[in-house]
Every structure is written in structure tokens, then in C-alpha cells.
């Protein structure tokens, strides 16, 4: 088990300087710094290269996640919106191979959010696993894992709950698409949260980790002794990543529904020293 964090912790908007977020990461005792897939279009090949290089001196892994924009959406009755998604992906797709990232997580079976029913659930459904047997057979080719993040209702409606990532990535059929689970998600979702990390199993890609309102590990009331039991008894050997969200204004605290501070004001250094402090919680309950 590896851990990582999102790089969105230190900042309010979706952009960031990815060096100094580097350090933080390594600072703090990370292994991997997941980072917004999308920003690896907008990175020349040498940008791109720098920041490999960088990552790789200080060894930290980089794992990419996503939410694709509206008109990006491969579940979509739109023919034009389906192939945009194919696109968009595989796109970052191969600028993942430029700078060693070898996991993709995210929601993008659809767009993100997304809380509008396109005909019918059973439709979307059908057209998305269409277009992502395409996804998979480059994620193949370029020897990438595709991880489907499982969502809260209020942000898709089609993965909801484990049985129907399960569902969804066995209609995919490809060795390179796995689930990935939520706690923050799961919480909403799932009767039994070590259950459901049990039932997904093999098929269990990546893990995001977060309090019940997105407070970092440790900070609330989720079963993490549970839960980390759960995940040596599959045998998970992926990334566990932490997602908090935690101070309020800027696009990303918009963007995840968050309108006070769950920081107690915290100044940049408390929230270093906080999240380092979370990791040594959560791997001593994770590790066991
Ligand atoms: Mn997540």
C-alpha cells in the first residue's frame, strides 16, 4: 500500500505550482502526489519532463485525476459529446505515459458532476461502458490503470455504490479497469463500508480517504481500523489518497459543496503539520 494526497489541500483554485506541492508531499511523508490529470494537456513535453524529473529525485509517484467537462461526457446521447470523452481521456492518457504516471482515477464514465439523467440511467449506462471499452484498450496499450471512482448521488447517477462499480467495470471487461472507493463517497452510500472494500476485492484499483465531511483521516468518526482490516484481507497493493477539503472559498471549495471553514482557521503551517499528522494515523491503521 502506497499513500498520497491530492494536491488541491494547498490550494483554493485548480491550479498550483506542482514543485512546491512536491515538497509538501514529500515533507509530509507521502509517496505519491495525485494531480489534475487535465493540466498535463496544457504542460509542454519539457514541462512535463522537469516536473517527472523533479518527482522522481525526491521519489514520489504521480497518480492523475479527473472530472470531465461537460461537453466531454462518453455517456452522453450526443455522438459528438461520447467521442469528445474518448478523446479527452486518451489524450491525457498519453501524457501520463511522458511523465510515468501509471494510474487514472476519476468519474469519467461521465462528466463531473453530474445530476442530470441523459433518456435514461439504463442508456447512459450502456453508452458509457461502449466508450470506455475504447478507453481501456489504449489504457492497455500504454500499460495504464483506469480507476472508476464510485460516487455520492449528488455527483453522478450512474456509479453509485460498490455493486454497481463492480457491475460496470465486469461489462467493461479489461484487466485495466478497476473501482475506486471513496470513504467520504462510501459513507453516504454503502451499509457496510469494510464490506464493501471486501466485496470489490481484486477489482479494487485506488482508495480515497476523508472524513465524513471531508476532514482529513482522523479528524472524525469513520471506521479506519475497520476499514484498514478490510483492505490487508484483499491484499490491496494500490494507492490509498487522502482528499480533504477543508478551507472554504475558490473554485475547489465550490466546486466539492463546501461553504465554512473545517480548518479552525488553521494558518499554512497547522495544515502541514495537521495532514502530516494524519498519515502517521492513518498508515498505523491501514498497516495495521
Ligand atoms: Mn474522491
Not at 42 to 66: F, H, K, P, Q, V
Request: with cysteine; glycine share 10%; hydrophobic share 40%.
Amino acid at each position: 500500500m502506497k499513500f498520497g494526497t491530492l494536491y488541491a489541500y494547498w490550494t483554493r483554485d485548480w491550479s498550483c505550482d506542482y514543485f512546491e506541492i512536491a515538497d509538501k508531499c514529500k515533507k509530509a511523508g507521502f509517496d505519491v502526489m495525485e494531480i489534475g490529470g487535465g493540466h498535463l494537456l496544457d504542460m509542454s513535453d519539457s514541462e512535463i519532463e522537469r516536473l517527472r524529473d523533479y518527482c522522481r529525485d525526491l521519489g514520489l509517484t504521480i497518480s492523475c485525476n479527473i472530472g470531465p467537462p461537460k461537453d466531454c461526457d462518453v455517456s452522453s446521447s450526443d455522438p459528438v459529446k461520447r467521442q469528445n470523452g474518448v478523446d479527452w481521456v486518451c489524450g491525457i492518457l498519453r501524457q501520463m505515459v511522458k511523465i510515468g504516471s501509471k494510474v487514472l482515477i476519476g468519474a469519467f464514465y461521465n462528466c463531473w458532476p453530474n445530476t442530470v439523467i441523459d433518456g435514461s440511467k439504463e442508456a447512459m449506462w450502456e453508452r458509457s461502458v461502449n466508450e470506455m471499452k475504447k478507453i481501456a484498450k489504449v489504457a492497455e496499450e500504454l500499460d495504464i490503470l483506469l480507476c472508476l471512482e464510485v460516487l455520492n448521488r449528488f455527483e453522478s447517477p450512474l456509479l453509485n455504490d460498490c455493486d454497481e462499480g463492480i457491475r460496470y467495470c465486469r461489462e467493461v471487461g479489461s484487466p485495466n479497469c478497476k473501482l475506486l472507493l471513496d470513504t467520504f463517497h462510501m459513507n453516504i452510500e454503502e451499509d457496510d463500508m469494510a464490506g464493501a472494500i471486501r466485496k470489490a476485492g481484486d477489482l479494487l484499483g485506488h482508495v480515497h480517504v476523508g472524513e465524513a465531511n471531508r476532514k482529513l483521516p482522523g479528524m472524525g468518526r469513520l471506521p479506519w481500523a475497520e476499514m484498514g482490516k478490510a483492505l490487508r484481507d484483499i491484499g490491496f497493493d494500490g494507492i490509498v489518497v487522502m482528499e480533504p477539503f477543508m478551507k472554504p472559498g475558490g473554485a475547489v471549495a465550490r466546486d466539492v459543496c463546501l461553504f465554512r471553514d473545517l480548518s479552525d482557521g488553521a494558518d499554512e503551517k497547522t495544515m502541514d503539520e495537521n495532514i502530516a499528522k494524519s498519515l502517521v494515523f492513518l498508515k498505523s491503521a491501514f498497516l495495521g
